[in-house]
Nanobody
Framework: QVQLVESGGGLVQAGGSLRLSCAAS????????MGWFRQAPGKEREFVAV????????IYVDSVKGRFTISRDNAKNTVYLQMSSLKPEDTAVYYC????????????????????WGQGTQVTISS
């Protein structure tokens, strides 16, 4: 089992920044790829970013490229999502998730590929 706890959400104005954190406990954190997803009211859960277990590589959804940065500190069992130039359309509940492996080269986008989830943290961007 891996327990994930997100923090850092809040209300900011458009153009502002937030850093989300996700603290993990339980099994070896460094064995898992870590992803961030978000879900806005009435919408499906959306892939935002993923980082490899080693932290060497990361992938982003096009809508956040150049604005969001995912990183991890395996010594602290924590993954981060630095968000800048925030837009009202970034408003959502943000979830972190852990995946032991992915079935295909692009299956990291699917929530079904992830084994463990946090409870989510609300991010609200005002215009």
């Amino acid at each position: 089992q891996v327990q994930l706890v997100e923090s850092g959400g809040g209300l900011v104005q458009a153009g502002g920044s937030l850093r989300l954190s996700c603290a993990a406990s339980g099994r070896t954190f460094s064995n898992y790829a870590m992803g961030w997803f978000r879900q806005a009211p009435g919408k499906e859960r959306e892939f935002v970013a993923v980082i490899a277990s080693s932290g060497i590589s990361s992938i982003y959804v096009d809508s956040v490229k150049g604005r969001f940065t995912i990183s991890r500190d395996n010594a602290k069992n924590t993954v981060y999502l630095q968000m800048s130039s925030l837009k009202p359309e970034d408003t959502a509940v943000y979830y972190c998730a852990a995946a032991a492996k992915f079935g295909t080269s692009d299956s990291y986008r699917s929530p079904r590929e992830y084994d463990y989830w946090g409870q989510g943290t609300q991010v609200t961007i005002s215009s």
